[in-house]
């Protein structure tokens, strides 16, 4: 998929802003910034766009038309609303209101539930625990819209096998495995220039072999033995790699 176009209105120093950062760290998203309601309408005036935060507050009648025309002509466009503030009844429809009260989990969890993905999106497994594929595919293989197609390597060299055949939307990828590591795979990635967002999916991971790896990019890190590692975190944290990665 594409690179994404997110544009943020919100006020100086919100902790929105921050977190919004954070959020986005992972992926080549470089979101657009506004304080003001003429700044970002400009912009939609010019540009382009996937994605928008909206403080209600900053909210202007000029900036809530230019909206609802863009989202005519580009019905995949979202707008999400940051906070409880008073919203101004001008006809704007918001896909999601985010609460005050956000944290990491609970902001991925309800934002994936609103993007537009294909039909099917392919993942492939790069690790040499086959429990792992198999746990990962066992749960993946019941969802719908979207669907989810999960393909399994033992070991780095044939994850590029895979790789070459067809390209995934999503890379899954173990870090000690034998015959090619997941270090040497990610660097060919990134040397043959394959855009595809990757999770670092590992048991322990040194410094320094994490330091390799953020020389040539920076995935997604998830430890197999922290939250993150679930099979329904890991579902939202693949939506999120493969729309915004």
Same mark, same amino acid.
């Given at each position: 998929m594409s690179k994404r176009t997110v544009l943020i209105l919100e006020k100086e120093k919100s902790p929105w802003l921050s977190f919004l950062?954070? /959020? /986005?760290?992972?992926?080549? +998203?470089?979101?657009?910034? /506004?304080?003001?309601?003429?700044?970002?309408?400009?912009?939609i005036d010019r540009h382009t766009w996937d994605i928008a935060f909206i403080n209600p507050e900053l909210l202007s009648l000029a900036l809530a038309q230019k909206l609802r025309v863009f989202r005519q002509s580009s019905p995949e466009t979202r707008i999400f609303q940051l906070g409880e503030g008073k919203r101004k009844d001008w006809n704007v429809f918001f896909d999601a209101v985010f609460s005050s009260d956000f944290n990491s989990e609970k902001f991925l969890n309800q934002i994936v539930q609103h993007l537009p993905f294909p039909d099917v999106l392919r993942v492939l497994i790069v690790d040499d625990e086959p429990e792992i594929g198999a746990m990962l595919r066992d749960f993946l293989d019941?969802? +719908?819209?979207?669907? /989810?197609?999960? =393909?399994?390597?033992?070991?780095?060299?044939?994850?590029? =096998?895979?790789?070459?055949?067809?390209?995934?939307?999503?890379?899954?990828?173990?870090?000690?495995?034998?015959?090619m590591d997941g270090r040497e795979v990610y660097r060919t990635i990134k040397q043959k220039g394959l855009a595809i967002p990757v999770i670092i999916f590992f048991d322990a991971i040194s410094w320094d072999e994490m330091m390799e790896i953020r020389k040539y990019g920076n995935p997604s890190v998830v430890e197999k033995s922290s939250n993150q590692s679930s099979v329904?975190?890991?579902?939202?944290?693949?939506?999120k790699m493969a729309y915004f990665g």
């Open positions: 950062e954070e /959020f /986005f760290e992972e992926t080549p +998203v470089k979101p657009h910034t /506004f304080t003001y309601a003429p700044e970002i309408g400009a912009y019941q969802r +719908v819209r979207p669907a /989810f197609e999960v =393909e399994y390597a033992e070991n780095g060299r044939k994850g590029l =096998e895979a790789i070459a055949g067809k390209t995934p939307d999503v890379l899954i990828l173990d870090i000690k495995m034998p015959v329904p975190a890991m579902m939202a944290l693949i939506k």
